[in-house]
């Protein structure tokens, strides 16, 4: 990454991916993979091993809603646009390094996937600020940006 | 009295936090997650360049394990707090 570079988290309903409607300035990704014991089962199997049997993750994110004249990439951002996060549509999600003005330029991909919405928190706060927190189950693969140096 | 038992099993698991600014490894963190198999994993004192030569000290351990859980935060500019957690999977050599 280089000097004055973010990442971001971008978030849109996969029905319309070319509208973003949440820049997460921070957020998480939680991977976890279920596994069982297939351990040797004598006397000499004192060490656990296991074998993966199932993968989940879940992305938890939160910022600040954008106003609706703001454009992001494409699209107008708002409040009203979660009202298609909760109608339990399919959203797309994007890891990407993002530079230049606000950092709405989008520089590289780290990954990206797709998720279904499973808390969202909404806090009016302060004075034309307001704060969303959510949290996204994964669907299906998570998918490596390309490096354009390899 | 003072209960006294025989242990059947042993597992282990490790925990690394660190800053990354290099996408390139991120890329390759999600990777190694998405593959959901074993990698090798060790710990060992380090000295010289940047740490990155090992010393083969007394207490260096290696051994395979899976990267089942990590956190990223990137909420830095230019940096991004990774946290890996691993499972460990077999013995420690």
Known sequence: MQKGQYIRLLVAVA???????????????????????????????????????????????????????????????????????????????????????????????????????????????????????????????????????? | MFTEETITSTQWSAQVDTYQSDTTALRSIISTFIAAQAVPVGWDQTAGAQNRVKQNANFKRNGNALLNDFTMSFNDRETVAVSLQFQGTGGLS
């Open chain 1, 15 to 150: 029905a319309n991916p070319s509208t973003v409607v949440a820049a997460a300035k921070q957020m998480a990704l939680h991977g976890s993979a279920q596994t069982e014991d297939s351990s040797t089962k004598d006397t000499t199997g004192t060490d656990l091993e296991y074998e993966v049997v199932g993968q989940s993750y879940d992305i938890t994110g939160s910022g600040l809603v954008l106003t609706p004249n703001d454009t992001l990439l494409t699209g107008a951002v708002g409040l009203n646009d979660f009202e298609n996060w909760i109608k339990d549509q399919l959203l797309n999600w994007r890891i990407c390094v993002m530079e230049g003005t606000n950092n709405r330029t989008i520089v590289e991909e780290i990954a990206h996937g797709q998720g279904k919405l499973t808390n969202l928190q909404i806090q009016a706060q302060n004075k034309q600020n307001t704060t969303y927190n959510y949290t996204i189950n994964g669907y299906g693969a998570i998918v490596p940006g390309t490096d354009d140096n390899d």
